[in-house]
């Protein structure tokens, strides 16, 4: 099993089958849009343009869990994420990664890394799962580890 075996609800009634990065280095994060990470979108975004062409690929899950801070519908979600970062990589449906509503796909890669002192849950808003091209999960990283501090790991990922 691998996250290539998941699908992903797109905003609206679609579906992303995960198997359609295969081949691909993923990043996939929990975001929401008033967090005091936010800012974080910045950084995403300059990974997401300056390694997407060599096959790197994130992967934002809207979520609501932590302190109500992304109350929006996937429209608000999508236009706040344009208008302040102008993010340009796919954002999902939002979803829960935590408890008995938590997404497949977040079960999945919080039984694959766990996070400090072997905790399983996710602590808050922009954990990011770092995905290799077979579709293993190879690291976790909490919200307080910006995206500019996984470029080497990208890199290296990607040259493998």
Same mark, same amino acid.
Request: hydrophobic letters at 35%; aromatic letters at 10%; a neutral charge.
């Given at each position: 099993?691998?996250?290539?075996?998941?699908?992903?609800? !797109?905003?609206?009634?679609?579906?992303?089958?995960? %198997?359609?990065?295969? +081949?691909?280095?993923?990043? &996939?994060? $929990?975001?929401? @849009?008033?967090?005091?990470?936010?800012?974080?979108?910045?950084?995403?975004?300059?990974?997401?343009?300056?390694?997407?062409?060599?096959?790197?690929?994130? !992967?934002?899950?809207?979520?609501?869990?932590?302190? %109500?801070?992304?109350? +929006?519908?996937?429209?608000? &979600?999508? $236009?706040?994420? @344009?208008?302040?970062?102008?993010?340009?990589?796919?954002?999902?449906?939002?979803?829960?990664?935590?408890?008995?509503?938590?997404?497949?796909?977040?079960?999945?890669?919080?039984?694959?890394?766990?996070?400090?002192?072997?905790?399983? +849950?996710?602590?808050?808003?922009?954990?990011?799962?770092?995905?290799?091209?077979?579709?293993?999960?190879?690291?976790?990283?909490?919200?307080?580890?910006?995206?500019?501090?996984?470029?080497?790991?990208?890199?290296?990922?990607?040259?493998?």
């Amino acid at each position: 099993m691998s996250v290539f075996d998941f699908t992903a609800k !797109l905003p609206g009634d679609g579906q992303l089958p995960l %198997a359609e990065h295969k +081949g691909k280095v993923l990043l &996939i994060v $929990n975001t929401a @849009s008033k967090c005091g990470f936010t800012p974080q979108y910045k950084g995403l975004e300059s990974l997401y343009g300056k390694y997407h062409d060599q096959g790197f690929e994130i !992967l934002a899950f809207p979520c609501n869990q932590f302190g %109500a801070q992304e109350p +929006g519908d996937a429209e608000e &979600i999508k $236009n706040f994420c @344009s208008l302040n970062y102008d993010v340009s990589f796919p954002l999902m449906a939002k979803v829960d990664v935590n408890g008995a509503d938590a997404d497949p796909l977040w079960d999945y890669l919080k039984q694959q890394q766990s996070g400090l002192m072997g905790s399983r +849950g996710i602590k808050w808003n922009f954990t990011k799962f770092l995905v290799d091209r077979s579709g293993k999960v190879v690291a976790r990283h909490g919200p307080q580890v910006k995206p500019e501090a996984l470029e080497k790991d990208i890199e290296r990922l990607l040259k493998a």
